[in-house]
């Protein structure tokens, strides 16, 4: 059970209040999961949950809900981890909230605005493993995330603009992929990653992605690194973008 309320001064120090609303929310998000151990090593797991996030203060505005499902298996023996989920995430209302990076033009900042149906599916893929080597360990792991959008009802929002049913939804990215090796030693550890991310939409559309309407595929790597000078201090060091790779995120 939410209340929103909203107070707007034309004068805070003068206490002089030009307009005002409110809103209010009543939702039930129940939920259910379960695991089931195959043996020693393999669980499959799936569970069923109902999403909500609550509009803002103005009243003509739904609360977003949505039905999320998902269903995988992990599996771990020894040195050797995985797992795979696929997900389904199914959004009765989507809500659109407009941001300071979006600009007051095209709409009051902190507001949210209803984007009706949409779905988000997709899979999660991961491998650890560490390897244990005299006095060392060196840990390697490899996720992959696919996922799949689609708008399910037109729409109009001062956020995203004009959606038609089938449009993808921006600024999520299809394909995304992570990799991680590193040493781990007594006094002192290193790890090296790489993210890549596949471009993104920046607005919604179907078909291929137009040159001004996306951002650029990249793929960063980041280091890391920890020194242990006694047992209760350590220096560490971060570099994040090694390379200095310089690319789209974004065109807000």
Known sequence: SIDLERTE???VARNNVTGGRENSYDVVTPGIGATYQVNDALTLLGGVHRGFSPAGSKPD??????????????YDQGAFSSELIAFYNDYDNLLAECTASRGSDACSIGDTENAGAAEVQGLEASLDYQLQAADSQWPFRVAYTWTDTEFGSASETGTWGQVEPGDEMPYLAEHQLFASAGVVR????AHLSAKYMDEMRTAPGSGSIPSD?????????????????????????????LTDNEYVAARR
């Open 9 to 11: 001064f034309g004068d």
């Open 61 to 74: 505005e739904e609360e977003e809900t949505s039905i999320n499902y998902e269903l995988g298996a992990r």
């Open 186 to 189: 007594a006094d002192w550890k």
């Open 213 to 241: 309407q996306a951002t650029d595929a990249h793929t960063v790597f980041d280091l890391a690194g920890e020194y242990r000078v006694t047992d209760s201090g350590r220096i560490y060091v971060n570099v994040e973008n």
